[in-house]
């Protein structure tokens, strides 16, 4: 059984079918849609005239048919008994299973002071993109809280669709603890150049409005009109279903280096799972590209097949405007940043650590972020990628 309805559970299912799995294999998901692709929610999905969930659809219905792969959507789950291996739904239903897979990803943090108006959203779902789409139809200005990826993208994505926009984040640039400073400060420049208004260093003190939302107030007492806002302050791992089972909780799933979890024949992985790293911390990689090596070492491990911890070079990438931002590796912001590349919009940038390439981010640039994949795993030195000046 797998307890999630996203891309981490579909891969899982299908990796087990490739080895071989010959057992029964449900996923359970607290959607009524099938498992579908979250990246393009805060892309295209929010400039397309029309969107459905076969839009979206990671598999068509025939892959579930074909695989023997059961869906039970619908009903989350509520709670685990890892003594009778017992999954309890939302709606009262107890199953069992003999090895269970938890992949329930994230949940939306939100702003309980917020003013419970319309117009206020919050972006992970597909009905979450839907109820944006049908607000944005009839609004003019947007407040976006919070430059993330989400929040960046989205901020994107309306101002395309010719809406103003304000982009608030309380950080001196957006994506500032991902890229740090120095390369926010090119992504603060990419929407200002597209017309978004970017306030850094900035907090929301409330939201106002009579039946829907109407301004929004900053702590400095600055005021910002608005008929939509967006929510995009992170998100935090679906896993209070699991209080009280035998499954440790920190930061996510807590599990060794290939998914093993605390608990006997309980598995997690993708965005809820915290795995441990090569040097023994815990860690969650939030990142589409990461789930697919996962689902490998996961089941190889399952399976006994020689399970080999995942080793990869974390790659993601974010959909801006025209501009594919792009990333390898590990970015700190205690990192040394040489900017290598950069016409105004584009950009190329090496991260060094302890005088090795640690990391690049490139916007609208993809060929020479990729050429830079074997450098970051073999710790090469800085001055391999560097250009002599």
Same mark, same amino acid.
């Given at each position: 059984?797998?307890?999630?309805?996203?891309?981490?559970?579909?891969?899982?299912? *299908?990796?087990?079918?490739?080895? +071989?799995?010959?057992?029964?294999?449900?996923?359970?998901?607290a959607e009524a849609h099938p498992p579908y692709d979250r990246p393009p929610l805060s892309k295209e999905m929010l400039q397309r005239e029309?969107?459905?969930? =076969?839009?979206?659809a990671l598999k068509p219905a025939a892959f579930y048919e074909q695989h023997r792969i059961g869906l039970r959507l619908g009903s989350a789950a509520r709670t685990l008994d890892t003594a009778?291996?017992?999954?309890?739904?939302?709606?009262?239903?107890?199953?069992?299973?003999?090895?269970?897979?938890? &992949?329930?990803?994230?949940?939306p943090n939100r702003i309980p002071s917020f003013a419970d108006l319309d117009g206020i959203h919050v972006l992970r779902s597909f009905d979450d993109c839907l109820?944006?789409?049908?607000? &944005?139809?009839?609004?003019?200005?947007?407040?976006?809280?919070?430059?993330?990826?989400?929040?960046c993208e989205v901020s994107a994505s309306l101002r395309g669709a010719g809406m103003q926009v304000v982009l608030v984040e309380p950080q001196a640039t957006p994506l500032a603890s991902v890229l740090g400073e120095q390369v926010g400060a090119l992504i603060t420049r990419l929407h200002r150049t597209e017309g978004v208004e970017v306030c850094t260093g900035a907090?929301? =003190? /409330?939201?106002? $409005?009579?039946?829907?939302? *109407?301004?929004?107030?900053? /702590? +400095?007492?600055?005021?910002?009109?608005?008929?939509?806002?967006?929510?995009?302050?992170?998100s935090r791992p679906a896993c209070d279903w699991l209080a009280g089972?035998?499954? &440790?909780?920190a930061d996510g799933v807590v599990c060794d280096a290939v998914g093993r979890t605390s608990a006997q024949d309980v598995w997690a992985i993708g965005?809820? &799972?915290?795995?441990?790293? =090569?040097?023994?911390?815990?860690?969650?990689? *939030?990142?589409?590209?990461?789930?697919?090596? %996962?689902a490998r070492t996961l089941v190889s491990a399952?399976?006994?097949?020689?399970?080999? =911890?995942?080793?990869?070079?974390?790659?993601?990438?974010?959909?801006?405007?025209?501009?594919?931002? %792009?990333?390898?590796?590990?970015?700190?912001? $205690?990192?040394?940043?040489?900017?290598?590349?950069?016409d105004g919009r584009r950009f190329l940038a090496y991260y060094e650590r302890g005088g090795v390439l640690a990391a690049v981010v490139g916007a609208g640039i993809p060929e020479k972020v990729r050429t830079a994949r074997g450098k970051i795993a073999a710790g090469a030195p800085i001055s391999e990628v560097l250009q002599p000046v």
């Open positions: 059984m797998i307890i999630g309805g996203g891309l981490a559970a579909v891969r899982t299912a *299908e990796q087990l079918r490739r080895n +071989d799995y010959t057992d029964p294999i449900t996923i359970v998901g029309a969107v459905t969930a =076969a839009d979206v009778a291996r017992t999954v309890t739904l939302a709606h009262g239903a107890v199953l069992g299973y003999d090895r269970l897979v938890i &992949a329930t990803g994230l949940v109820a944006l789409r049908r607000r &944005a139809a009839g609004a003019r200005r947007a407040v976006v809280v919070g430059a993330g990826f989400i929040g907090q929301v =003190a /409330s939201v106002s $409005g009579t039946d829907g939302v *109407e301004s929004v107030t900053l /702590s +400095d007492g600055s005021v910002l009109a608005a008929d939509l806002v967006v929510v995009g302050i992170g089972s035998e499954v &440790a909780v965005d809820v &799972a915290s795995w441990r790293d =090569a040097n023994g911390a815990q860690a969650r990689v *939030e990142h589409w590209s990461n789930v697919a090596e %996962q399952m399976l006994n097949l020689d399970a080999v =911890a995942s080793a990869g070079v974390p790659y993601f990438w974010s959909d801006q405007y025209d501009i594919k931002i %792009q990333c390898l590796g590990h970015p700190r912001t $205690g990192d040394t940043v040489h900017l290598a590349e950069d």
